[in-house]
């Protein structure tokens, strides 16, 4: 398949000064199938995304949030409409919000656009050499919330004829690959026919190539609106 920029990764990030392990959700969500590409599109911009934002001023407090606009021949494919890296202080900060009335409400908001049975976060896990599909894996342990370090967003097509144990195999080397690159932080999907990751560096070059598996490649830009076909970095 013929690598595509088929997204559009916005970014949000608020700096922070804790010295413990933020808390990371990877949320892959499917839009409604009563809503338009279009009235999905501008959903998000106007009302899901602010609210994202917004969590930053809330007991939530909200670190970053990276997501990231498929487009429909990829959906059709069987990726997610939509997918978001989003990172918390902490999961008590996080839990403590979602038992509020205003938690539970900007929960309820994601069904106004997303296929609430079909729609859900993974917790990435630590890394320690083992991997099973349909889980996240946080492999280096860093936090995704300084500003000034570069970033990317990639989706990878399941290699064709594999069997289940040879594309762990497949994912295991992709991951000693990257990790070669020295990455300060990187959080890895894996779901039976594709694999998502966010990576961030101290410096844009340390990027690996992009392989023949790549179907989605996006660097993150700083621009303020979640669009199809591109990646940005809003703040």
């Not at 946080?138 to 399941?158: M, P, W």
Request: hydrophobic share 40%; no cysteine.
């Amino acid at each position: 398949m013929k690598m595509t920029n088929a997204l559009n990764l916005l970014t949000l990030i608020f700096l922070s000064t804790n010295a413990d392990a933020s808390y990371l959700r990877f949320w892959r969500g499917e839009k409604r199938v009563d809503l338009t590409a279009e009235q999905f599109q501008t959903g998000l911009n106007s009302g899901l995304l602010p609210a994202t934002g917004k969590l930053a001023e809330t007991s939530a407090k909200l670190f970053s949030y990276y997501p990231a606009l498929i487009k429909s021949d990829l959906v059709e494919k069987g990726l997610p409409s939509e997918v978001a890296l989003v990172e918390y202080e902490s999961e008590a900060s996080y839990k403590t919000y979602r038992a509020t009335a205003e938690g539970q409400g900007y929960a309820d908001l994601h069904w106004d656009f997303f296929n609430k049975a079909q729609s859900k976060s993974l917790v990435p896990e630590k890394y320690v050499g083992t991997i099973e599909i349909e889980k996240a894996y946080d492999i280096v342990g860093g936090e995704f919330n300084k500003a000034d370090e570069a970033s990317s967003f990639r989706t990878y097509q399941r290699p064709v004829n594999l069997s289940n144990e040879e594309y762990i195999s497949f994912v295991k080397s992709h991951i000693d690959q990257v990790s070669k690159s020295n990455p300060n932080a990187f959080v890895l999907l894996v779901a039976q026919n594709y694999i998502m990751e966010y990576v961030k560096w101290d410096n844009q070059g340390n990027k690996i190539p992009a392989g023949e598996s790549v179907i989605v490649d996006n660097n993150l830009e700083l621009k303020s609106k979640l669009e199809f076909g591109e990646a940005i970095r809003f703040k």
